[in-house]
């Protein structure tokens, strides 16, 4: 747990719990409360550099749309007179709106972009399709301190239960798809042409694909995208997918290697350590693809594999 988190977690047992039980005993067990959303800290991955802007302690406290009508506005009045009185309470505008008293209902679909249907914990396959996959792991991070009353711990354990099968592998399709075009043709493509530019787009989409797909092999949900690369690390200690994955990051494509050489789709350049790594990398992909049952091949072309994904899926 991040020191914040923690601080976060002192502040409500010793003093938001106080004002909860002094002045809404009535409405204790229907009050949620914790720290989750938008920012670094609900992460755990708060720093002295992430400290310069949007920090403070605060938590957030959860309430359905009735009670935020019933008592919300008497509520989010106590809780601002706390923060006033707290020593580490001056917060920007922009973390005061990201903590404090809001709906259940604002917290979520404020963060994945859709209209979340709360009452029966549920989201049909529009919305998987239409969400903000970017988000799904800002709506889940942090800590629950307190939920009697369980709405707001049920959306969240919908969300983290993970995808649906069919919107799991359309995801990983759509993945598979910018990978290979990225990394395994387009890459190629540009620098035999000596595009360097466009190359090094290539590379970045590509290397972009290649972390999501691990994350959606391994089920869980990538945080915002400059925490992507830490929270891979800490899923694969040790393991040589984080370190192939640094390794292109931080190659260039050399066009020296290039020179002379005329584009084939049979041909792979392994001169050059951007495509050497993107192959290491897609047969790790594959591996894994198989350990998941999505396919029975080891073809490192990872756009092989589309069809068959797609075919398993139930429309």
Not at 13 to 26: G, K, L, R
Not at 96 to 115: F, N, Q, T
Not at 121 to 135: F, P, Q, V
Not at 140 to 146: A, D, I, P, S, W
């Amino acid at each position: 747990m991040s020191s914040h988190i923690e601080s976060s977690r002192r502040f409500y047992d010793n003093q938001v719990s106080v004002m909860i039980h002094q002045y809404f005993f009535e409405y204790e067990n229907r009050i949620a409360v914790g720290i989750a959303g938008e920012g670094s800290d609900c992460f755990g991955y708060d720093d002295f550099v992430s400290r310069d802007h949007d920090f403070g302690t605060g938590v957030c406290l959860w309430l359905t749309d009735e009670d935020m009508l019933l008592f919300g506005e008497r509520l989010k009045e106590e809780y601002n007179k706390l923060m006033e009185q707290h020593p580490a309470s001056r917060l920007t505008e922009r973390l005061k709106a990201r903590r404090g008293v809001m709906s259940i209902h604002d917290y979520y679909s404020g963060i994945l972009g859709i209209d979340c249907d709360i009452k029966s914990a549920a989201i049909s396959e529009d919305d998987w399709n239409n969400l903000d996959h970017t988000c799904l792991a800002t709506a889940v991070n942090g800590e629950v301190f307190r939920d009697d009353l369980g709405v707001f711990s049920a959306y969240r354990k919908l969300l983290l239960d993970y995808y649906p099968e069919k919107i799991w592998k359309r995801r990983i399709v759509n993945e598979l798809h910018k990978y290979s075009a990225a990394l395994q043709v387009n890459y190629a493509r540009c620098m035999s042409r000596g595009d360097t530019v466009a190359a090094r787009l290539c590379h970045l989409h590509g290397l972009e694909a290649a972390m999501q797909l691990y994350f959606l092999m391994k089920r869980i949900y990538p945080p915002y995208y400059k925490w992507t690369y830490r929270k891979l690390t800490e899923l694969d200690q040790g393991g040589l997918y984080s370190k192939w994955i640094k390794e292109l990051a931080e190659c260039t494509g050399d066009p020296e290697v290039w020179e002379g050489k005329t584009y084939s789709p049979n041909y792979l350049n392994m001169s050059d350590r951007v495509v050497l790594l993107s192959e290491r990398i897609a047969e790790a992909i594959v591996k894994m693809m198989t350990e998941q049952g999505l396919t029975d091949t080891t073809d490192p072309y990872l756009e092989k594999h589309v069809d068959k994904i797609i075919s398993s899926m139930k429309f």
